[in-house]
C-alpha cells in the first residue's frame, strides 16, 4: 500500500533563509508526485507536481522539488524564504492506475522576521 | 468559473442527526473527489466519481456514508447518525480526468458534531 511520510511537522525559519520540507513515499509501482499548500484560511492549491521526465520541478514561487527513486523522496527546497511563505505543505502521491491522492501529515513552515 | 464551491461551509449537529454536503465541481471537470482532514492529519481519501459513476470508496466510508453525482456535475457527501467521531473538514476536489491532472479543492465543509 502507499504511504507519504514527512518527516517534520514543523519548520521555523527566518526571512530569506533556505528551506528543505522533507517527503519520502513507499510504492511498488511508478507514481506521480505532487506537493500542496495551504495559505492561512485558504484551501489546498497545488505547488508543483513530478509526472515524468526531469527529476527536477519547479514552480513560479521559487520552490523546487527533486524526484529521487532510489531513495524514494521527493523533497521541496527554497533557496531564500519570504514571510508570505508560511503556509502548511502537503506532499502526495498517486499511483499510475488510481486518481486518489494519498496525503503526507503535513509540514507547517513558519518564517520570521 | 471561480473554482470549487461546497456548501454549507461549517455545520453544528448533534449526535445522531444526519448531514449532507454539497460541492459544486469546476464546470469541465470530469473528475470530483471527496477527502476528510482531521486535525493535525493531511487530507484522507474517500471516494472519487467519473462524471456520474462511483469508480472507488475508501474503507473509511461506512455504510453511514453516501455520495452521489447523480448527473455528473455537482455532488452531495451524506453522513446518517453522525457521530462525534465524524468532526472533521470534508473536501471536495476536480480535475479533468487521469492520475496526473491536477485536483483544484474547494474550501471545505467544517463538520462539528456535539
Known amino acids: 500500500a502507499q504511504s507519504v511520510t514527512q518527516l517534520d511537522s514543523q519548520v521555523p525559519v527566518f526571512e530569506e533563509a533556505p528551506v528543505e520540507l522533507r517527503c519520502n513515499y513507499s510504492?511498488?509501482?511508478?507514481?506521480?508526485l505532487f506537493w500542496y499548500v495551504q495559505y492561512p484560511n485558504q484551501g489546498l492549491q497545488l505547488l508543483l507536481k513530478y509526472l515524468s521526465g526531469s527529476t527536477l520541478v519547479e514552480s513560479i514561487n521559487g520552490f523546487e522539488a527533486e524526484f529521487n527513486k532510489s531513495q524514494t523522496s521527493f523533497h521541496l527546497r527554497k533557496p531564500s524564504v519570504h514571510i508570505s511563505d508560511t503556509a502548511e505543505y502537503f506532499c502526495?502521491?498517486?499511483?499510475?492506475?488510481?486518481?486518489?491522492?494519498?496525503f503526507g501529515t503535513g509540514t507547517r513552515l513558519q518564517v520570521f522576521p | 468559473d471561480t473554482g470549487v464551491s461546497q456548501d454549507p461551509r461549517h455545520k453544528i449537529t448533534k449526535r445522531g442527526q444526519n448531514v449532507t454536503f454539497r460541492c459544486d465541481p469546476i464546470s469541465e471537470h470530469n473528475r470530483l473527489y471527496w477527502y476528510r482532514q482531521t486535525l493535525g492529519q493531511g487530507p484522507e481519501f474517500l471516494t472519487y466519481?467519473?462524471?456520474?459513476?462511483?469508480?472507488?470508496k475508501s474503507r473509511l466510508l461506512s455504510d453511514r456514508f453516501s455520495a452521489e453525482r447523480p448527473k455528473g456535475s455537482f455532488s452531495t457527501l451524506e453522513i446518517q447518525r453522525t457521530e462525534q467521531g465524524d468532526s472533521a473538514m470534508y473536501l471536495c476536489?476536480?480535475?479533468?480526468?487521469?492520475?496526473?491532472?491536477?485536483?483544484?479543492f474547494g474550501p471545505g465543509t467544517r463538520l462539528t458534531v456535539t
Open positions: 502526495a502521491v498517486s499511483e499510475g492506475n488510481t486518481d486518489k491522492l494519498i
Open positions: 466519481f467519473q462524471n456520474e459513476a462511483q469508480l472507488e
Open positions: 510504492s511498488s509501482v511508478s507514481v506521480y
Open positions: 476536489a476536480s480535475s479533468l480526468e487521469g492520475a496526473s491532472d491536477e485536483q483544484y
